[in-house]
């Protein structure tokens, strides 16, 4: 004052509490989106605590804020999630969503058929990408988990097949199987005549 007194005091300003989140995401047997290529992942904001409330949120970097906790149709990738508070606070974080890659039924022959027009052919077949169990299906045929097929006919006498398989999270993969077959034998059999019983008649087959 105008006497040179001082009166000194301190003054605290309260800090917001830092915003602390947690996140939970779709599993799809240990995948967050369950089959290569398809767009049913989920993320959730969870036990948000700190910052000043109502909160937004934003699963693509903070061009976009929303309410909602929840956000779902997301496919594989990486997402750099932020929650932001009223006071326009921002706590930043990565996400990643994985799917199973693309899923594939190859098949090797396993007994190749043997004559024209028998059926005893067999294949086995070495997934790949599929969530076990899988289920397998010739032509539509009674399913079996077992990656083996027997008593196939070859592509003479059937032609080809489809093989179908279906995963544990409903992913699908399809194969043509064929068979080479032997063809039928052809041959022309030819002979000469014996003459005055002196044992001179052929025959032969070509």
Same mark, same amino acid.
Do not use: H, R
């Given at each position: 004052?105008?006497?040179?007194?001082?009166?000194?005091?301190?003054?605290?300003?309260?800090?917001?509490?830092?915003?602390?989140?947690?996140?939970?995401?779709?599993?799809?047997?240990?995948?967050?989106?369950?089959?290569?290529?398809?767009?049913?992942?989920?993320?959730?904001?969870?036990?948000?605590?700190?910052?000043?409330?109502?909160?937004?949120?934003?699963?693509?970097?903070?061009?976009?804020?929303?309410?909602?906790?929840?956000?779902?149709?997301?496919?594989?990738?990486?997402?750099?999630?932020?929650?932001?508070?009223?006071?326009?606070?921002?706590?930043?974080?990565?996400?990643?969503?994985?799917?199973? &890659?693309?899923?594939?039924?190859?098949?090797?022959?396993? =007994? !190749? /058929? +043997?004559?024209? %027009?028998?059926?005893?052919?067999? *294949?086995?077949?070495?997934?790949?990408?599929?969530?076990?169990?899988?289920?397998?299906?010739?032509?539509?045929?009674?399913?079996?988990?077992?990656?083996?097929?027997?008593?196939?006919? &070859?592509?003479?006498?059937?032609?080809?097949?489809?093989? =179908? !398989? /279906? +995963?544990?999270? %409903?992913?699908?993969?399809?194969? *043509?199987?064929?068979?080479?077959?032997?063809?039928?034998?052809?041959?022309?059999?030819?002979?000469?005549?014996?003459?005055?019983?002196?044992?001179?008649?052929?025959?032969?087959?070509?």
């Amino acid at each position: 004052d105008n006497n040179a007194c001082q009166f000194i005091s301190t003054v605290y300003l309260a800090e917001p509490a830092q915003i602390i989140y947690a996140t939970t995401v779709s599993d799809y047997n240990s995948y967050e989106v369950s089959c290569n290529g398809a767009s049913d992942g989920s993320i959730e904001f969870t036990s948000i605590v700190g910052g000043l409330s109502p909160y937004e949120f934003s699963t693509d970097a903070g061009a976009n804020f929303d309410p909602a906790i929840i956000y779902t149709n997301l496919s594989s990738g990486t997402y750099n999630i932020q929650v932001k508070d009223a006071n326009g606070c921002i706590e930043t974080s990565v996400v990643s969503l994985t799917d199973p &890659g693309v899923f594939n039924i190859p098949y090797s022959i396993s =007994n !190749a /058929i +043997d004559c024209p %027009g028998n059926c005893n052919g067999a *294949i086995s077949i070495s997934p790949s990408n599929g969530v076990d169990p899988i289920s397998y299906d010739l032509d539509g045929g009674s399913p079996q988990t077992t990656p083996y097929f027997s008593g196939i006919c &070859g592509d003479i006498t059937n032609g080809s097949y489809t093989l =179908n !398989a /279906i +995963d544990d999270n %409903g992913c699908t993969a399809s194969e *043509i199987v064929s068979l080479p077959e032997p063809t039928d034998f052809v041959y022309t059999p030819s002979s000469n005549l014996e003459y005055c019983d002196q044992s001179n008649g052929q025959a032969s087959i070509t």
